[in-house]
């Protein structure tokens, strides 16, 4: 328990020493973890952001595969917003989690939050739990926290190539955190991250 008089803000801090909590100045900051894989990153209100920085070719492929996955159809047809990379405002960055088409080299955004992700993107390949995959029809999905906004997730749609985004076909709601497709829609590779968002290794499952 605790009594004092609150600060003007009304809110209080506390952190854990030993095993106890006690009053700090430092504010508390919320903490994605891992939870329901991409489904989470679906459950929310999203903007499908498609990068502008590569040829015409790929943007419109971008623009494209974001289009289709921004129209969902269900029992209430809900439409959401499709922005291209140099549209996004901060407020979108404040209010919805983000879809990021294209790579570090094409869109903007995803070019801002690469090093903060557990994926290293090279020329035509990626890296990803310590292996290197460059077949160029892969797709990329992942899931994880917005580094410019903690609280919120980005999500991934990152191509290795012209034909990478018919792997679309093979997304649905029981996907793990990320995962490797082939154009048919099929996984190469896939896995769960830990709490602290780096791929889980086996002797943690």
């Not at 990068?51 to 269900?74: H, I, K, P, Y």
């Not at 993107?121 to 797709?139: K, M």
């Amino acid at each position: 328990c605790f009594s004092a008089v609150p600060p003007a803000d009304g809110s209080l801090s506390f952190a854990k020493s030993g095993d106890r909590f006690a009053l700090t100045q430092e504010a508390w900051r919320p903490a994605l973890v891992p939870f329901n894989g991409l489904g989470e990153l679906l459950s929310g209100w999203r903007i499908y952001v498609y990068g502008t920085q590569g040829s015409q070719a790929e943007t419109a492929a971008a623009q494209q595969a974001a289009e289709r996955l921004a129209a969902v159809n269900g029992p209430v047809d809900i439409a959401f917003p499709v922005k291209a990379d140099t549209a996004l405002t901060g407020e979108d960055l404040a209010r919805a989690n983000l879809v990021l088409f294209g790579t570090p080299r094409t869109n903007a955004v995803l070019a801002r939050t690469a090093k903060a992700l557990p994926v290293a993107f090279g020329d035509g390949q990626l890296v990803l739990a310590g292996e290197t995959f460059a077949a160029e029809d892969l797709l990329l999905l992942m899931i994880h926290p917005n580094p410019l906004q903690p609280d919120r997730y980005v999500g991934l749609v990152a191509p290795l190539g012209p034909t990478a985004y018919e792997g679309l076909s093979g997304i649905g709601w029981g996907m793990p955190d990320y995962v490797l497709l082939r154009p048919d829609g099929s996984a190469v590779r896939e896995g769960l991250f830990n709490r602290n968002w780096l791929p889980r290794q086996r002797t943690e499952e």
